[in-house]
């Protein structure tokens, strides 16, 4: 069965660095998603993505967080400067078109030191 | 604002028993509802949804959730829990067209 696979499973990264997490959707999938979940908290909603633009983005999407989608495979969130408070678990996710069912990948456990 | 609601952070049951994870969920619509399964270094998966049709709604290994507008819930359950249900789960709803609002989930611990 066809997953979403996401990379690294943890990245360590000191503050004010630059991260990349990386996520593979499922290959006929045509929107995407990140979520994060800070240890204890709710799942959170960051942004969704179709058609190589962002649908929608919650206020947390800041000028700090981007999106790409580099080819026709990957999907990556781009953190910069990471502070602190970015320490999370963040979560890739894709569906299909027309449909409300989203396939989520195992998630990047991102600790910023 | 819609959200949702799950009453215990922590559940623990013994194998053969039944299981209830709680939610609530608020909205000022009929809300789109969902369970999900998170196995330890897996992905969020589906166990079932409600879309307004039946307000009994079977998912996968077992599991069901009612959907009671009056009570605004949608309580999980399965009549008999084995060792593999051992997750964590999360309620949700959909948000707008695409986006999922969650709870805080349950880590459901069973017993041998």
């Known amino acids: 069965e066809p997953e979403v696979t996401q990379t690294p499973s943890h990245q360590v990264t000191q503050m004010g660095q630059e991260v990349i997490l990386r996520c593979v959707p499922i290959?006929?999938?045509?929107?995407f998603y990140w979520y994060r979940q800070i240890l204890g908290q709710k799942v959170e909603f960051l942004v969704s993505?179709?058609?190589?633009?962002?649908?929608?983005k919650s206020e947390i999407f800041d000028d700090q967080f981007s999106v790409e989608r580099p080819d026709g495979s990957n999907f990556t969130l781009k953190i910069r400067s990471t502070k602190l408070e970015d320490s999370a678990m963040y979560f890739c996710?894709?569906?299909?078109?027309?449909?409300?069912?989203?396939?989520f990948g195992p998630g990047t456990r991102l600790t910023v030191t | 604002a819609q959200s949702v609601t799950q009453l215990d952070s922590h559940v623990s049951v013994s194998e053969g028993t039944p299981v209830l994870l709680r939610c609530n969920y608020s909205?000022?619509?009929?809300?789109?509802l969902f369970w999900y399964v998170q196995h330890p270094n897996k992905g969020l998966q589906l166990l079932l949804k409600?879309?307004?049709?039946?307000?009994l709604v079977k998912g996968i290994n077992g599991f069901e959730a009612e959907f009671k507008k009056s009570e605004t819930s949608f309580h999980l359950t399965k009549p008999s829990a084995h060792m593999s249900d051992a997750a964590e789960y999360f309620c949700?709803?959909?948000?707008?067209?695409?986006?999922?609002?969650f709870g805080t989930g349950t880590r459901l611990k069973v017993l041998a």
């Open positions: 290959s006929n999938h045509l929107y």
């Open positions: 949700g709803s959909l948000s707008g067209t695409y986006k999922y609002i």
């Open positions: 993505f179709y058609n190589n633009e962002i649908s929608e």
């Open positions: 909205s000022s619509y009929s809300p789109s």
């Open positions: 409600y879309t307004s049709a039946a307000t």
């Open positions: 996710a894709s569906s299909e078109p027309f449909t409300t069912e989203q396939y």
